[in-house]
């Protein structure tokens, strides 16, 4: 069972850049979401679906869009990179009410 | 809205030591409570749950039980392990989206 799985694990862009973070889970789970962890910090909600062709926005979306065509997949597009979004990002999902959240491994992003 | 309040950290402590580390809740009816942990260079993952009131979970020698009257969920471990050092949150789940602590880092000096 893989889990949810993130790609890529690093990855560095300059001011401007767009790019696209990609999730996926085998699990079947309806619940999916996106968080970023700065050092030293907590985990703050960027965006959160609550199954295929349903988004919502969480604490900090702001430069980032999500959509969620699939039960599978969702992805996390940063549309014009800034400095202040260097961060770790973290994908997780989640099955039905009493089901834990199931994390990937993170993608460190550095924006310089 | 609901919300979790997280004791802050960080905590040291010395091998064999008792561990707290608070949680405690705003939310209506009853939600259910999770503790996850998260080792360095790692996401979280799951260490405990309880899903109704006076509910004990427990995993790898820790503890917390679901306490509706204080709205609280903390966290002992009996003697802290070395291994044990990592971040830990604290999540209440009632409704979409999920709420979690801000997280309490622990360390465990030898």
């Known amino acids: 069972n893989a889990g949810v799985t993130q790609t890529p694990k690093f990855q560095v862009l300059k001011t401007g850049q767009s790019m696209t973070l990609q999730c996926a889970q085998d699990?079947?789970?309806?619940?999916m979401s996106w968080y970023r962890q700065d050092p030293g910090m907590g985990l703050r909600l960027i965006h959160y679906s609550v199954g295929a062709g349903i988004t919502d926005q969480g604490e900090v979306p702001n430069g980032y869009n999500v959509s969620r065509s699939t039960t599978e997949d969702f992805p996390l597009r940063l549309l014009s990179a800034a400095p202040s979004q260097t961060s770790v990002y973290f994908c997780a999902s989640a099955g039905p009410k009493d089901s834990p959240l199931h994390f990937g491994n993170g993608t460190r992003l550095t924006v310089t | 809205g609901d919300s979790v309040t997280q004791m802050e950290g960080p905590v040291t402590l010395s091998e064999e030591a008792f561990l707290t580390i608070n949680c405690t809740y705003t939310a209506t009816g009853y939600p259910s409570l999770f503790w996850y942990v998260q080792y360095p260079g790692e996401g979280l993952q799951l260490l405990l749950k309880a899903t109704k009131a006076d509910d004990k979970g427990s995993n790898k020698g820790f503890e917390a039980t679901y306490r509706k009257e204080t709205t609280s969920f903390h966290l002992e471990k009996g003697s802290v392990q070395v291994s044990d050092s990592a971040v830990y949150f604290c999540e209440i789940r009632r409704n979409t989206p999920l709420v979690f602590g801000k997280g309490t880092r622990l360390s465990v000096i030898a």
């Open positions: 699990m079947n789970h309806e619940y």
